[in-house]
């Protein structure tokens, strides 16, 4: 598979960064230390103060300043680690999807970052 940046992209956002993770999974029911981890950082964000604590973060105003270079206004359109720590605020929790999803979800609040999971078998041609 190749994935390149769009020259656009490049040019509008020319710090975008991408990391790419191939894996072979089985999505199953989360195992419950999963969930504990899980139920462990939705405890801590409640207790941040919001918004500052929460989603004044370097990465998250990163995300948004890259929204709105690409004519996209930040407060509609949000990145999925922004959404998830909304989400966990508004006393929603984490989805629980399953073991594959979840952990993607975990690591994009943890990391203040949109993570991307894609099925490999589902994506064909090369992905800009």
Aim: contains cysteine.
């Amino acid at each position: 598979m190749k994935i390149l940046i769009d020259a656009d992209l490049k040019k509008k956002c020319p710090r975008t960064a991408l990391g790419c993770l191939t894996a072979r999974v089985k999505p199953e029911p989360s195992p419950v230390g999963l969930l504990a981890e899980m139920n462990q950082r939705e405890l801590e964000i409640q207790e941040l103060p919001f918004p500052r604590g929460v989603l004044e973060s370097p990465q998250v105003e990163a995300v948004r300043r890259a929204y709105k270079s690409l004519g996209k206004d930040p407060a509609r359109y949000r990145g999925s680690a922004e959404a998830l720590l909304r989400r966990i605020v508004a006393g929603k929790g984490f989805p629980q999807i399953n073991s594959v999803v979840d952990v993607i979800n975990l690591v994009s609040v943890e990391s203040r970052l949109p993570v991307g999971l894609y099925d490999a078998t589902h994506v064909s041609g090369g992905v800009v």
